[in-house]
């Protein structure tokens, strides 16, 4: 009787996750659905060197750097990714898997990590953000929306634009400004939205660095960076395979997350 009992609850301990992994897969590949459908139907576009007049220096050499003349505009994009995640300053690392997919002609990105303890969704889909944190796959522990969520996740968009650069191309609704000879202004209008960053370029006409303000949970807006590295070329496009992503708070650097990119593609519109 109380061997059949164990049995049971051991049953029970290992199937309840599997159960919540397999919920939260389908929930993720409805989003990713609903991302692709609402994008419609795209007009093909190309990227030419006449586009590059006017724009300040360094952000005119990083596009003749990343991209060539007659680039076709990433209209889909979807990668997966490894690395390490803190929930907390004073926490230890974990290890975390991603997959991640996004539409450019109508921003919008959708993104699962997951982890030996949670697994997470982040998204900005229809004009609105949400993120939802799960724990063990079963219980849920966040679900944030709102203003400050739309604002966090329209920057992430933006700011993840650096792995399909035609998205940062100039357009009535995204602006490039001189700041000095290695620093740009990148802002970005959407929605009643004002977002921007503050771009530096390193010697090699890469974009390295991308600072702004952004909201830390219920918290005012506070300073955030994200750096990032070792670009590769994917599909023709040189674009960083490494990110990482800090707060600056007043007793210093917390870099909760370091991301490096395992697989990437374009104009896919179907989840892995």
């Known amino acids: 009787m109380i061997a059949t009992l164990v049995i049971a609850i051991i049953t029970l301990l290992v199937l309840l ?16 659905r609903r991302l692709f ?3 419609g139907s795209l007009p093909e576009r190309n ?29 889909y994009v979807r990668l997966k990714h490894g690395g390490w995640f803190k929930t907390g300053k004073d926490r230890k690392k974990m290890n975390i898997e991603g997959e991640q997919y996004f539409t450019t002609s109508k921003p919008g990105f959708v ?23 799960s724990l063990f796959s079963l219980i849920r ?13 329209l920057l992430r968009w933006l700011g993840e634009s650096v792995w399909f650069p035609t998205n940062l191309l100039p357009r009535e609704n995204l602006h490039w400004s001189s700041i000095d000879e290695s620093h740009a202004r990148l802002t970005f209008e959407y929605k009643g939205l004002s977002i921007y960053y ?13 600072e ?10 506070t300073p955030w ?22 707060w600056i708070l007043e007793d210093g650097k917390y870099t909760y997350g370091h991301f490096r990119v395992r697989r990437m593609g374009y104009d896919v519109p179907q989840p892995y």
């Open 141 to 153: 522990i966040v679900n944030e929306k709102g203003p400050e969520v739309n604002q966090a996740e």
């Open 47 to 75: 990227f030419s060197y006449e586009q590059l007049e006017g724009l300040p220096e360094p952000v005119r050499r990083y596009f003749l750097n990343v991209m060539k003349a007659g680039q076709p505009y990433i209209r």
């Open 111 to 133: 993104w699962k990590g997951k982890t030996s303890l949670f697994t997470a969704r982040d998204m900005y889909l229809n004009d609105k953000g949400r993120l939802v944190v």
């Open 37 to 39: 459908e609402q994008t």
């Open 17 to 32: 996750p599997l159960t919540g992994r397999a919920m939260i897969n389908s929930r993720f590949k409805g989003d990713v």
């Open 198 to 210: 503050r771009v530096t370029f390193n010697a090699n006409n890469e974009i390295v660095k991308l």
């Open 225 to 246: 960076v994200g750096e990032v590295s070792e670009y590769q070329e994917v599909e023709g496009v040189r674009v960083p395979t490494v990110i990482k992503a800090s």
């Open 212 to 221: 702004t303000e952004r909201y830390m949970g219920d918290e005012d807006l």
